[in-house]
């Protein structure tokens, strides 16, 4: 993992196409502007883990209804 450390409106590179501002920082809050072209996805990490955990849920709970409903036939 790569760490930087930057000041507002200093910025960020990656590759040719995308590039990370630092638009505020207040207190522990940290804002930042993020271009890129359109066909990179870009998600918030929490966002990402919510959804893998509700699927992750989600097949679980189907594993164990389709259990209990092939027990009845």
Do not use: C, Y
């Amino acid at each position: 993992m790569l760490v930087l450390s930057r000041k507002p409106n200093e910025t960020i590179k990656i590759g040719d196409e995308i590039e990370i501002r630092i638009i505020e920082v207040k207190g522990d809050t940290i804002r930042i502007g993020i271009e890129a072209p359109k066909s990179v996805e870009i998600l918030r990490g929490e966002l990402v883990q919510s959804i893998t955990e509700t699927n992750t849920e989600a097949l679980t709970l189907d594993a164990s209804l389709f259990s209990q409903l092939t027990k009845k036939n």
